[in-house]
């Protein structure tokens, strides 16, 4: 039996990593945040060991855990410190989720429809644009489809085991986004509507200990720094009692759009329509526990959206995998009934999730999982090619249109990585560099600055006009535009003192 599986699980496996292998490397994406934990991936190589991870974007005192800088420092071990031996790894990784989705929809119903799902998730637009962001958030897939794995062997296979992998998910989970912990309430109604027989004392300890090592990093983190996390955490909820419930009628939207049909005018019809199959099957006895536990997985990838109104799209990590089951169940009723049907519905989820994947992943993600677009890192290269071309073997001054303004992060990675290695030497940093400054040479007096000068400009979405004026008033001050070139969306001037 398990010879099979496996049989029948490697080709959707193999599907699933072609998928996510469309190409690459074009499409690899490297913006601030990828290149500030590569860079910090390297520091812990050198014996920089982190107890905090990536700073969030919603407070300075929240981070989730390190485990990302440690995932990639691995990498980086047996790889080398490549951003190509990273994007191979989160494709591999990303694709791997079939073997879970499998196990999971055979446990609920039977191996099938855990079949079905588990080719949904290796053909899913949504799951494929995971593969292409590296950075924490997409890690938590896997430990997610964990969590859901062992609660549905503690539910369905009565299996106390079950509550161990669960709890040992989730806190790895959490490790990669604090947002997880909105799991912990989706746990206890799962277990408060299943009550599942006689958990022993053991196995309830045995969970609590995994998740509380699973966690470890946030609570050395909160006694080091004196409990700022809680405190923020706690602040937060007192002064924010407002919720976005048209965020989450958004977030279903795109789950249907990105994960079953492609097309925004038929999503809420289809919503509604597998709303009523949900009722339908919801009365009826022997499902009555399936759709409830599928309806709470679903749920709990709603709630942050519900409390935050954002259109990020990686709150929701796991989440869809639920509606993937589901429409896999509902093939499966439906094929006893009407073969054409059920391959018409079939072929179609396949062919609108093949043709995003086609048309869209060529670009990196989407712009619900990024600010900037077209950071890709063949234009990257590009761009220093040009630099060190033109430097003909001199030094050379490097200043750039950045996001964050006024961060050289991301080019100064780049640099080290790509340019040094293939030219042997690193050009001086003109101008601010706040945050993560890398190990390029800071000059902020022009007086000092070699003759040969590059501006890199980033895509500017998110900068203020005012700040972009600025910026150019003071280039344009000191030197000016003697070539310009772009390369995708990026632009780089060729600049010479006056």
């Known amino acids: 039996m398990f010879k099979l599986s496996l049989r029948l699980l490697t080709p959707i496996f193999l599907l699933a990593l072609i998928l996510r292998w469309l190409y690459f490397p074009d499409n690899i994406y490297i913006g ?61 990784y990303q694709a791997l989720g079939v073997v879970l989705v499998f196990l999971i929809g055979k446990i609920i119903f039977e191996k099938k429809i855990g079949l079905l799902a588990a080719l949904f998730y290796g053909i899913s637009y949504e799951q494929s644009q995971y593969s292409l ?38 806190g790895l989970a959490i490790q990669f986004h604090y947002v997880f912990i909105l799991l912990l309430p989706i746990l206890l109604l799962i277990v408060i509507f299943h009550r599942p027989h006689q958990l022993k004392f053991k196995n309830i300890f045995l969970a609590g200990v995994i998740f509380l090592l699973a966690i470890s990093t946030y609570i050395i983190a909160e006694i080091k720094f004196g409990f700022r996390f809680t405190s923020t955490i706690l602040s937060i909820g007192q002064h924010s009692s407002k919720i976005y419930p048209e965020w989450v009628l958004f977030t279903i939207n795109r789950f249907f759009h990105d994960n079953i049909l492609a097309d925004y005018k038929i999503t809420p019809l289809i919503a509604l329509l597998f709303l009523g199959a949900l009722i339908y099957f919801f009365v009826q006895k022997q499902y009555k526990e399936k759709i409830i536990f599928l309806m709470l997985w679903f749920a709990g990838g709603l709630i942050p959206y519900l409390l935050a109104g954002t259109p990020s799209y990686y709150y929701s990590v796991g989440a869809p995998v639920s509606l993937l089951i589901f429409t896999s169940f509902l093939i499966w009723k439906i094929s006893d009934k009407n073969l054409a049907l059920t391959l018409m519905i079939s072929f179609l989820i396949i062919g609108s999730n093949l043709y995003q994947i086609i048309n869209l992943n060529k670009f990196g993600p989407n712009k619900d999982f990024i600010i900037q677009p077209g950071m890709l890192l063949t234009d990257q290269i590009k761009v220093l090619d040009y630099t060190y071309e033109k430097s003909k073997g001199e030094n050379f001054a490097v200043n750039g249109l950045t996001i964050p303004l006024n961060v050289n992060t991301t080019w100064s990675y780049l640099f080290e990585w790509y340019g040094e290695n293939k030219y042997n030497y690193l050009p001086v940093w003109a101008g601010a560099a706040a945050g993560f400054p890398g190990n390029l040479k800071i000059e902020t007096n022009r007086s000092n600055l070699p003759k040969i000068r590059f501006t890199i400009i980033e895509p500017t979405v998110g900068i203020g006009e005012s700040q972009i004026e600025d910026f150019f008033k003071e280039e344009n001050y000191f030197t000016k535009v003697v070539e310009e070139k772009h390369f995708g969306t990026l632009t780089v001037q060729l600049r010479e003192p006056y």
């Open 32 to 92: 601030f945040d990828q290149a500030r934990d590569l860079t910090v991936a390297q520091e812990i190589l050198q014996g920089h060991l982190k107890v905090l991870g990536p700073p969030s974007a919603a407070s300075d005192k929240l981070f989730p855990g390190p485990l990302v800088y440690y995932v990639h420092a691995a990498v980086f071990f047996l790889f080398g410190p490549s951003p190509l031996a990273t994007a191979i790894f989160y494709k591999i």
């Open 133 to 170: 962001f590296l950075s924490h958030q997409p890690l938590a897939i896997l430990p997610v489809l964990v969590f859901y794995w062992g609660l549905s062997k503690l539910i369905f296979e009565k299996d106390q085991r079950g509550l161990i992998i669960a709890l040992g998910g989730l």
